[in-house]
């Protein structure tokens, strides 16, 4: 099983264009590397075919800069599906840049499809496009995604507000555990997560590689910089930091690989000599960047 990350940052990206935080000073003079917003490839036929978690509104650039997805001819395009982790505008507003597909096969559970297309409007809107074949993902239930790759997603309980009012928290928020049956090989990915439940961690456990929620280093970090009025978790996100935070409890659930992901702007992890880096590296575990691959 190949991954690619296709971007690594949370919603905004980073820099993001209205932010003049240290994190994002640093990347627009050139000391740390620009991040798209948060999204992935998985391809279990050695480049065949690839499927998308998520569709960032960078989702063109972050085609254009990864030949593998590049077209075959004509209007071919190896891109076979996407996943849908929740329904909030940094995975999914993507989707409307994909409208010249000649059809387009969509995975996300009925939560997030009825917010799509009662609430943002953004399926409804992309239907009239081009044909989209929407597959219902059923939290809890394994189901195949190609020959030799089965997948199941499982739910992310969360109290983030629903933005558009969907009406049900079941499936509003989940994860995805790909399994290679050839190989046996594992891979979570999980870019958002307020809290590791026991039930969380039963998915992560044992895994051979985790993409994890990386947002804010800090609980309170947007607070102390003056730029919102709620801590991470209030935001949806468990922060790295602290003796309940994801780095401390991570450790026990004997995962091969461990790669943060969707990192806002403001974590002082984007930064290669921020100390804070190199407690996450220390403790044997990787800050991703855009581009990364990884072989499952």
């Not at 799509?116 to 953004?122: E, K, M, V, W």
Request: proline share 6%; charged share 25%.
């Amino acid at each position: 099983m190949l991954l690619r990350v296709l971007g690594s940052a949370a919603g905004g990206g980073s820099p993001q264009w209205n932010c003049g935080c240290g994190v994002c000073a640093a990347v627009r003079r050139g000391a740390a590397p620009p991040r798209t917003q948060s999204s992935v490839a998985v391809s279990v036929d050695n480049g065949e075919r690839w499927f998308l978690f998520n569709a960032s509104p960078d989702v063109r650039a972050q085609i254009e800069a990864f030949p593998g997805l590049h077209p075959r001819d004509d209007r071919t395009t190896p891109v076979e599906a996407v996943l849908l982790t929740d329904a909030e505008l940094d995975h999914t507003l993507g989707l409307l840049l994909l409208r010249e597909a000649r059809a387009l096969r969509l995975h996300a559970t009925p939560a997030v499809h009825k917010t799509l297309s009662d609430g943002s409007g953004i399926l409804r809107t992309l239907e009239r496009y081009c044909p989209v074949e929407w597959q219902t993902v059923l939290p809890g239930s394994d189901f195949a995604l190609a020959d030799e790759l089965s997948c199941r997603a499982f739910d992310v309980p969360t109290t983030k507000r629903a933005r558009f009012g969907a009406g049900v928290d079941h499936g509003r928020v989940v994860g995805y555990r790909l399994t290679d049956e050839r190989s046996g090989g594992t891979l979570v990915y999980l870019p958002g997560v307020q809290s590791l439940t026991p039930a969380l961690r039963a998915e992560i456990a044992g895994c051979d590689c985790l993409l994890i929620d990386g947002t804010c280093w800090r609980d309170d970090e947007l607070v102390r910089l003056g730029l919102a009025g709620k801590t991470s978790r209030e935001m949806g996100h468990l922060p790295i930091d602290g003796p309940d935070g994801s780095l401390a409890q991570l450790r026990s659930l004997g995962v091969g690989r461990t790669i943060f992901v969707h990192m806002n702007n403001t974590n002082p992890i984007l930064l290669e000599d921020a100390p804070e880096r190199r407690i996450v590296e220390d403790s044997g575990m990787q800050v991703a960047t855009d581009g990364l691959e990884v072989e499952v």
